[in-house]
């Protein structure tokens, strides 16, 4: 069965520090692979996503995420975090847009000023 | 606009007492799901439908029930509410397009049974 994993439940960092959020996937086959974000009391946004090509994505935000298929990873970064970055990210993966999204725990970003 | 409503966005109800959190999507998309979000856990599926009348269960379908009557409406059904299904739902939708995998949430239903 396909499941997620992130690496860090909770993240302090200082605004401009950089970033770096694991990731890790389990499955054989072709996938896709996204980072949402949800800010507190909002609903999933949608930062990047990786479904073929260049391994390295560019999201919204700064945010970007590269895809090592030998690692079964797909980690998460931005080089300079705000204080509007503080929020909770969610690694997913979805075999096809017929299957579900299997989410990673998630983990909790806080950026203090 | 592009996007998933969802009402109520709070709810507060005692066991028992049956309730239906309605899901509307207005992109004409075919895949329709629930999600339950609680801590530690990420989001898990319910039940999902792949198209009008087409539904099946998901990860987590015990004490839930849906119906896919209309393409735009996904409405989840807790016959007899318990405390454990206090958690935050949301419903997704997404297009049958094989490069485009993205699902669109809702902003989310914060069901607290007391």
């Known amino acids: 069965a396909q499941s997620v994993s992130q690496h860090n439940h909770h993240v302090i960092l200082s605004e401009a520090a950089s970033l770096e959020l694991g990731c890790n996937y389990s499955?054989?086959?072709?996938?896709?692979l996204f980072w949402y974000v949800q800010y507190p009391g909002q609903h999933l946004q949608l930062l990047l996503k990786?479904?073929?090509?260049?391994?390295l994505v560019k999201g919204i935000k700064g945010f970007e995420a590269e895809f090592i298929k030998s690692k079964f990873s797909f980690n998460l970064r931005k080089p300079s975090v705000q204080w509007s970055d503080t929020a909770e990210y969610f690694c997913?993966?979805?075999?096809?847009?017929?299957?579900?999204?299997?989410f990673g725990p998630g983990t909790s970003l806080s950026v203090i000023p | 606009e592009a996007q998933v409503t969802q009402n109520p966005r709070y709810l507060i109800t005692v066991t028992g007492k049956k309730l239906t959190v309605t899901c509307s999507q207005n992109?004409?998309?075919?895949?329709m799901s629930w999600y339950r979000q609680d801590p530690g856990l990420g989001l898990r599926q319910i039940y999902y439908?792949?198209?009008?009348?087409?539904?099946d269960k998901g990860d987590v379908p015990e004490g839930y029930k849906v119906s896919r009557k209309e393409k735009r409406n996904f409405p989840l059904i807790l016959e007899s509410p318990s405390p454990n299904q206090t958690s935050l739902y949301f419903c997704?939708?997404?297009?049958?397009?094989?490069?485009?995998?993205?699902?669109?949430f809702g902003q989310g239903t914060r069901l607290t049974v007391v």
């Open positions: 439908s792949m198209n009008v009348e087409v539904t």
């Open positions: 997704a939708s997404s297009p049958w397009d094989r490069s485009y995998t993205e699902a669109f």
């Open positions: 990786y479904f073929s090509g260049d391994p």
């Open positions: 997913a993966l979805r075999k096809t847009s017929y299957d579900k999204v299997i």
């Open positions: 499955y054989g086959g072709t996938v896709n």
């Open positions: 992109m004409n998309h075919e895949y």
